[in-house]
């Protein structure tokens, strides 16, 4: 809506209601506000001084006032022109602002897109004086060359060389030419360098490209030979890597796919069209993996938790690297016989002089020198469970056993448990029989004693060395030394000492200044200062190696024992040291045996117990004896027992006593039951706490009797299921065929009477003719009439029928029987 001055409207709020206020113009200093109501047109005058600074006309006079519009609606109508008026400014100095930022842009856009093309032109500029220049050094190189190999120019032909030099005013200005023409083509063809951007220039190859990398030739050959392909309208396909994926028992997804070098959507969608609704980061077992490479086209490779310790499988030697070693004996016997005593002599005799003494407290082995010059090693044992624990894992790190027997108490129960360990063990045994220099000494009594022990020595016409000592006076000591160093040539004891070392842990412990520490014996290589080693469930690298006498030695050979430092944890008696390449490898053994040792200790079932020795007797055919400990009150129980177990089988099955003694159950029985796989058989007797803790660990059975027929029976039974059950036939019944008839469906059925006994449908049969077995089997059916009975009386007619049978006539016999197995005891 215009009015009559070509003023623009405002749009107010409110609309067309009556009053609203419709145009607003000035005339001079005084604005005037036209107010239209439903009657007439009012022109309202508007100063700018208005009372209170609003600048609204006055409100007060009448004359003034628009008819009908009160001072409020009058108040709100100025106020929303004001604000009308307001916005407008505001939208129109935003606009101005933006169009001032987009002007502002635009030049400073124009003005990079100038600098960019005046940087390009100068380089161009540059590239070309420059191959101008290299072609203008050519050229007089080329001058050069021709001037110096052409012979000096006669006079007759000065216009035959002359023209060959162009002028240098004529070189100048065709260059001055080219560089103009290159320009104008720059000018002329600059929106066309997309078009020719895939095109090499001259300018390009002397400037080596736009910097980047470059595309190879290879890249280039196989980009070609896609589009080839394409173009024919063949298959652009990927050529297949067909890898060797090695696969545990159990793999994540994710390095599935990692392993075979595919994506994981792809393993994971093939894995739920198998029916497997799994992620990358869930785990899978071999087999379904197996499923998913062979699907893929990639080969197999199954491998094992266990195949990590394949690079610690021991290499046998050739026979040209073996050198002759020192013997290990180990000293054992009873702790009243005078066997510290003995070890005291022996190294105050015969130890290189300078050694520092009170070494066997700490490390519990040590070499001494013999008179001829001969190195021997010594283990000192103070226990027997130790030594049980090194033969229980296949650590034989003895050569000779010298048994300490005192000649004025004779064969003791710790005396036999040791005879028991050298026997399981199976090492040469060499007694020595101490406190000969005693009033009372008896040795021909110890002679006869170990009579009773299968001990039999050289002097009662057996093979075992015996030798009397005396380890006070030092008397026989050399005879000692000699027998040993005879019995070691006899085994030819070799090693080889250049490759990587393996020993054995005779004890370890856990020193507070120096950490973990372990007294090895180096059974074959070289342990040298820094290599990495793994034994048992620890591993480490060696820090430092310490000698008998306490000092520090940079490399151990075969059968010297040494304490290594430099372990992570402490290992047990009797584990094997292994030398490996690689921490990493050392570490990945550790954990598996740990873990394999967590899994043992934790599986059901793995005790020692009577009626799981028989199951694993029935399995195994060749297992003919049933080991047990024996353990009494008073020796008379033990002897008693022990007979009475002598006398318990017959040729396929025997008791066999590994060891029997008198006192309470210790942690020795417990080891050597469990190293041997028997139970221990205690008679008034119990076990101490430490053994029960150990029996718990290592699932040792225990069983505890107070009657001596209890124990009988029970190993009588025992040993009464290592024999296999009697199978016995019972003839229940014959009958004679009469007749024989066809039946569809059945075959042939024999009517038969029952002339003795009875015939049942379960029972099994034998088909007679002359007196002659021709067929044994199972009845198809047994009729009595039309009715299909269970069994039939002697003196009935029936109906039989073979199973998978037909060749029956008149006149044969049928033997009826069943078979019953009888279980087979002991007397």
């Known amino acids: 809506?215009?009015?009559?001055?070509?003023?623009?409207?405002?749009?107010?709020?409110?609309?067309?209601?009556?009053?609203?206020?419709?145009?607003?113009?000035?005339?001079?200093?005084?604005?005037?506000?036209?107010?239209?109501?439903?009657?007439?047109?009012?022109?309202?005058?508007?100063?700018?001084?208005?009372?209170?600074?609003?600048?609204?006309?006055?409100?007060?006079?009448?004359?003034?006032?628009?008819?009908?519009?009160?001072?409020?609606?009058?108040?709100?109508?100025?106020?929303?022109?004001?604000?009308?008026?307001?916005?407008?400014?505001?939208?129109?100095?935003?606009?101005?602002a933006d169009e001032k930022a987009r002007a502002e842009d635009r030049e400073r856009r124009r003005a990079e897109q100038d600098a960019k093309e005046q940087e390009e032109r100068d380089r161009v500029e540059s590239l070309k004086a420059k191959a101008e220049e290299e072609e203008r050094k050519k050229r007089e190189a080329e001058a050069a060359a021709q001037e110096a190999a052409a012979p000096a120019p006669a006079a007759s032909e000065p216009q035959r060389t002359a023209p060959s030099r162009p002028a240098p005013q004529q070189d100048?200005?065709?260059?001055?030419?080219?560089?103009?023409?290159?320009?104008?083509?720059?000018?002329?063809?600059?929106?066309?360098?997309?078009?020719?951007?895939?095109?090499?220039?001259?300018?390009?190859?002397?400037?080596?490209?736009?910097?980047?990398?470059?595309?190879?030739?290879?890249?280039?050959?196989?980009?070609?030979?896609?589009?080839?392909?394409?173009?024919?309208?063949?298959?652009?396909?990927?050529?297949?890597?067909?890898?060797?994926?090695?696969?545990?028992?159990?793999?994540?997804?994710?390095?599935?796919?990692?392993?075979?070098?595919?994506?994981?959507?792809?393993?994971?969608?093939?894995?739920?069209?198998?029916?497997?609704?799994?992620?990358?980061?869930?785990?899978?077992?071999?087999?379904?993996a197996e499923l998913i490479i062979e699907e893929f086209g990639h080969t197999v490779n199954r491998v094992s938790d266990a195949d990590v310790e394949q690079v610690i499988n021991e290499v046998a030697d050739?026979?040209?690297?073996?050198?002759?070693?020192?013997?290990?004996?180990?000293?054992?016997?009873?702790?009243?016989?005078?066997?510290?005593?003995?070890?005291?002599?022996?190294?105050?005799?015969?130890?290189?002089?300078?050694?520092?003494?009170?070494?066997?407290?700490?490390?519990?082995?040590?070499?001494?020198?013999?008179?001829?010059?001969?190195?021997?090693?010594?283990?000192?044992?103070?226990?027997?469970?130790?030594?049980?624990?090194?033969?229980?894992?296949?650590?034989?790190?003895?050569?000779?056993?010298?048994?300490?027997?005192?000649?004025?108490?004779?064969?003791?129960?710790?005396?036999?448990?040791?005879?028991?360990?050298?026997?399981?063990?199976?090492?040469?045994?060499?007694?020595?029989?101490?406190?000969?220099?005693?009033?009372?000494?008896?040795?021909d009594k110890v002679r006869t004693d170990l009579l009773q022990h299968e001990v039999i020595v050289e002097k009662m016409s057996g093979e075992v060395q015996d030798v009397e000592v005396s380890a006070i006076n030092g008397d026989g000591l050399d005879d000692l030394l000699e027998a040993i160093a005879l019995q070691s040539e006899l085994l030819e004891l070799k090693a080889n000492p250049n490759r990587a070392a393996q020993g054995a842990v005779?004890?370890?412990?856990?020193?507070?200044?120096?950490?973990?520490?372990?007294?090895?014996?180096?059974?074959?290589?070289?342990?040298?200062?820094?290599?990495?080693?793994?034994?048992?469930?620890?591993?480490?690298?060696?820090?430092?190696?310490?000698?008998?006498?306490?000092?520090?030695?940079?490399?151990?050979?075969?059968?010297?024992?040494?304490?290594?430092?430099?372990?992570?944890?402490?290992?047990e008696a009797g584990d094997v040291l292994n030398v490996t390449s690689t921490e990493a490898q050392a570490r990945e053994i550790a954990e598996y045996r740990s873990k394999a040792a967590k899994d043992k200790r934790a599986a059901a079932g793995a005790a020692t117990t009577l009626e799981q020795l028989m199951a694993n007797a029935k399995e195994n055919e060749n297992v003919s004896e049933l080991p047990i400990l024996v353990k009494a009150d008073v020796q008379g129980s033990a002897e008693a027992i022990v007979q009475a177990m002598e006398k318990i089988g017959n040729d396929e099955v025997r008791v066999r006593v590994l060891h029997s003694g008198v006192g309470a159950i210790t942690e020795t029985d417990v080891g050597l039951a469990e190293a041997s796989g028997a139970p221990i058989m205690g008679f008034n007797v119990r076990a101490n706490a430490s053994a029960r803790n150990t029996a718990n660990q290592k699932g040792v059975e225990i069983r505890y009797y107070s009657v001596i027929y209890d124990l009988v029976d029970d190993v009588k039974a025992a040993a009464s299921g290592l024999l296999s059950n009697e199978i016995k036939e019972n003839f229940i019944g014959y009958a004679n065929i009469k007749e024989v008839f066809k039946v569809t469906?059945?075959?042939?059925?024999?009517?038969?009477?029952?002339?003795?006994?009875?015939?049942?449908?379960?029972?099994?049969?034998?088909?007679?003719?002359?007196?002659?077995?021709?067929?044994?089997?199972?009845?198809?059916?047994?009729?009595?009439?039309?009715?299909?009975?269970?069994?039939?009386?002697?003196?009935?007619?029936?109906?039989?029928?073979?199973?998978?049978?037909?060749?029956?006539?008149?006149g044969d016999v049928i033997e009826i029987f069943e078979r019953e197995e009888v279980t087979r005891t002991l007397a």
């Open 1 to 96: 809506m215009s009015d009559t001055d070509g003023k623009k409207t405002l749009g107010l709020r409110g609309g067309a209601r009556p009053g609203n206020v419709k145009q607003s113009f000035s005339h001079g200093r005084t604005k005037n506000v036209v107010v239209e109501t439903k009657r007439k047109r009012v022109v309202v005058p508007k100063t700018g001084a208005a009372k209170g600074g609003t600048g609204s006309p006055s409100l007060g006079d009448p004359a003034k006032r628009p008819a009908g519009i009160t001072d409020a609606e009058m108040e709100r109508r100025l106020k929303a022109v004001q604000a009308a008026r307001s916005r407008e400014v505001e939208e129109a100095a935003a606009r101005e």
């Open 172 to 288: 100048a200005t065709a260059r001055k030419k080219d560089r103009d023409a290159d320009q104008r083509n720059t000018r002329s063809k600059g929106a066309d360098d997309g078009r020719r951007s895939g095109k090499l220039t001259l300018n390009q190859a002397l400037a080596g490209g736009e910097g980047g990398r470059q595309r190879s030739m290879a890249a280039m050959k196989r980009k070609q030979e896609r589009a080839r392909q394409k173009a024919m309208g063949g298959s652009v396909e990927r050529e297949k890597v067909t890898r060797t994926v090695n696969l545990p028992e159990a793999i994540v997804v994710s390095e599935l796919a990692n392993r075979m070098a595919e994506r994981v959507g792809d393993i994971v969608k093939s894995l739920m069209q198998n029916g497997m609704m799994v992620t990358q980061n869930q785990t899978i077992d071999a087999d379904t």
């Open 318 to 443: 050739k026979a040209e690297d073996l050198l002759t070693r020192p013997p290990v004996i180990t000293i054992m016997g009873h702790v009243d016989h005078g066997k510290t005593s003995l070890l005291d002599a022996i190294r105050n005799a015969k130890v290189v002089a300078g050694e520092a003494g009170g070494i066997t407290q700490h490390i519990g082995a040590y070499q001494v020198v013999t008179a001829t010059g001969a190195v021997l090693t010594f283990l000192d044992t103070p226990g027997h469970a130790a030594f049980t624990s090194m033969r229980s894992r296949g650590a034989h790190v003895t050569d000779i056993v010298v048994l300490v027997v005192a000649a004025d108490d004779a064969v003791m129960p710790q005396t036999i448990e040791a005879i028991n360990h050298a026997k399981a063990a199976k090492v040469p045994m060499i007694v020595a029989i101490n406190k000969i220099d005693k009033p009372g000494a008896n040795p």
């Open 506 to 571: 005779i004890e370890a412990q856990l020193d507070v200044g120096r950490g973990p520490v372990a007294t090895v014996l180096i059974q074959n290589g070289t342990l040298r200062q820094g290599d990495i080693f793994v034994v048992g469930e620890q591993y480490g690298k060696v820090r430092a190696l310490i000698n008998d006498k306490g000092e520090r030695i940079k490399e151990a050979g075969p059968s010297v024992p040494v304490e290594v430092l430099g372990l992570n944890g402490t290992p």
């Open 745 to 810: 469906g059945v075959g042939k059925v024999a009517g038969c009477l029952v002339t003795e006994g009875v015939a049942r449908r379960s029972a099994g049969v034998r088909l007679l003719r002359d007196n002659v077995v021709v067929h044994e089997g199972t009845l198809k059916t047994l009729k009595r009439f039309k009715d299909e009975v269970s069994d039939v009386q002697s003196g009935q007619e029936c109906g039989m029928a073979f199973e998978h049978y037909d060749d029956i006539r008149e």
